[in-house]
Nanobody
Framework: EVQLVESGGGLVQPGGSLRLSCAASGFTFSSYVMSWVRQAPGKGLEWVSGIDSGGGSTTYADSVKGRFTISRDNAKGTLYLQMNSLKPEDTAVYFC????????????WGQGTQVTVSS
C-alpha cells in the first residue's frame, strides 16, 4: 500500500539543526510534487516547502526561507528537509505530502514527526 513515513524529528535547542526524512513507497514517487506541511500546537496546517517532481524547483514559506532546504532523491524514494537555525516557533508536527503534477489536491500524507525547539 501507499506509505509516507517521516523520521528525524526530536528535541533541539534554539539555533540547532535537524534533518527530516520522508520515505515513500507504493506509488511512483518521481511523478509527484512533494511538500512539507507543519502543524504547531493548537494551530492549523501551515505549508512549509515544496519541490517539483524532478527536484529542480523548490519553494519555501517566508517564515523558513534561508533556514530550511528541501530536497529529494528519486532513486531512493525519499524526501528531505534540512532545518537549520531552528526557532521555538518552528515547534510543530511536520508532515510530508504528495500530489500529482498539475493537481491541486494532496493524494497522500504521512503520519508526521514531532519537532520541538526549546531550551
Amino acid at each position: 500500500e501507499v506509505q509516507l513515513v517521516e523520521s528525524g524529528g526530536g528535541l533541539v535547542q534554539p539555533g540547532g539543526s535537524l534533518r527530516l526524512s520522508c520515505a515513500a513507497s507504493g506509488f511512483t514517487f518521481s511523478s509527484y510534487v512533494m511538500s512539507w506541511v507543519r502543524q504547531a500546537p493548537g494551530k492549523g496546517l501551515e505549508w512549509v516547502s515544496g519541490i517539483d517532481s524532478g527536484g529542480g524547483s523548490t519553494t519555501y514559506a517566508d517564515s523558513v526561507k534561508g533556514r530550511f532546504t528541501i530536497s529529494r532523491d528519486n532513486a531512493k524514494g525519499t524526501l528531505y528537509l534540512q532545518m537549520n537555525s531552528l526557532k521555538p516557533e518552528d515547534t510543530a508536527v511536520y508532515f510530508c505530502a504528495a500530489r500529482r503534477v498539475g493537481q491541486g489536491r494532496y493524494d497522500f500524507w504521512g503520519q508526521g514527526t514531532q519537532v520541538t525547539v526549546s531550551s
